[in-house]
């Protein structure tokens, strides 16, 4: 078997949603359908804005699928289910969650990442635990997810929480006139801030907004609310009342105005954003070339926001620009980032919460109660 040791490009799955757009900038151009810079001679083209209007709107972007596609190195031509389960920790790395498929344990890449493109109000909804989900769901996992803010028009909402002194069953009736909305804490956010949403919060996304949420490798949500629309396909999307009423946590509240805890690094700067136990990220701005090495006990992603350059290995270069997912194999010992322009990219991983977050930053000076707002248990 051949051995990872570079960095691997995935390529991205577009999601067709009814509340989605058919503009994905500022981040694809779908009009830009073919691979750059994946040999030693390739060039690079800078970004252009995108133009190309699908038939039916695009809502999520998910650049690390099961069906996203490796374009270079041992595993290319393959998805990323079809890697994982060959190569196993030589890919995904010894710290990951395996949920049960038919019975029996296989290897699964542990987080699931993607764009969302809000051009209408996602359904109200609420996601479960890891206990909840495995007994109810066939073993699956439950759903802590993140949101970094890329874009946001002016006046533009999400909704986290209920309401002071709102019960889940007035959520439900209220649900059931299509009020759901009403009864959720409100909040317009801003561009480059980050949001974290533990299983049990309910929460609604409103249009015009850019997001990179970051979760654990599901795709189990409960739909409380969907305003009497139809799907693409023409039928009225499903609700799942019971289920949520068995997760949703009354209290959970906005995890948001977290601090901006950015530091100096050689080659431009580290900002710690937030870490749990089953996901973490990092923003790392390159504004000159950088000597990287990936982790020897876990797979680490790399989404590029902003910028463009190119990837240097032994084996020769690749170019990388805005939109492209780099996936870096435990056994990566070196590899060489170089930007033509400013580089500003989120870094995700499955984290030692100590090793990782707390630690580096106690020796930035930040305080313990500082750390406990982007780290949590």
């Not at 009814?18 to 800078?46: N, V």
């Not at 990566?332 to 989120?346: D, M, Q």
């Not at 990782?356 to 707002?373: C, T």
């Amino acid at each position: 078997m051949a051995k990872l040791d570079g960095p691997l490009q995935l390529s991205p799955v577009f999601k067709p949603k009814i509340w989605g757009r058919r503009d994905l900038s500022p981040i694809f151009d779908l009009s830009e359908t073919k691979s750059r810079g994946l040999s030693r001679q390739a060039g690079h083209s800078r970004p252009r804005p995108s133009t190309n209007r699908p038939d039916t709107p695009i809502g999520e972007v998910w650049v690390t699928d099961d069906e996203s596609k490796f374009s270079n190195g041992p595993v290319a031509g393959m998805t990323l289910a079809q890697a994982a389960k060959t190569y196993g920790p030589k890919l995904v790395g010894a710290i990951h969650e395996s949920p049960l498929r038919d019975g029996r344990h296989e290897p699964r890449f542990p987080i699931l990442a993607k764009y969302l493109y809000t051009g209408d109000w996602l359904s109200v909804q609420v996601h479960p635990d890891d206990d909840y989900a495995r007994v109810h769901d066939s073993g699956s996992l439950g759903k802590a997810e993140m949101w970094y803010v890329i874009e946001c028009e002016k006046g533009a909402e999400i909704l986290v929480g209920l309401n002071r002194g709102v019960t889940k069953e007035m959520l439900r009736a209220a649900c059931a006139q299509g009020k759901g909305k009403e009864l959720l804490h409100a909040f317009h956010p801003h561009a480059g801030e980050a949001i974290f949403v533990p299983p049990g919060t309910v929460h609604a996304l409103g249009p015009g907004l850019v997001l990179f949420e970051v979760e654990q490798n599901s795709d189990l949500t409960y739909r409380l609310d969907d305003f009497g629309r139809r799907g693409l396909d023409g039928r009225p999307r499903p609700l799942h009342w019971d289920e949520a009423m068995g997760v949703i946590r009354e209290d959970r509240t906005a995890l948001r105005n977290l601090p901006q805890l950015e530091f100096r690094e050689a080659f431009g700067k580290r900002r710690y954003v937030l870490a749990c136990r089953h996901f973490a990220v990092e923003e790392l701005r390159f504004e000159r070339p950088a000597n990287l090495a990936g982790s020897p006990e876990r797979v680490e992603i790399m989404a590029i926001v902003e910028g463009d350059g190119r990837v240097e290995t032994e084996a020769g270069w690749l170019g990388s620009k805005r939109g492209e997912t780099w996936l870096i194999p435990p056994a990566t010992e070196r590899y060489r980032l170089v930007p033509n322009e400013e580089i500003r990219l989120l870094k995700f991983y499955v984290p030692d919460l100590e090793k990782d977050f707390r630690q580096p930053l106690k020796r930035h000076g930040v305080s313990a109660a500082e750390i406990a707002k982007v780290v949590f248990d």
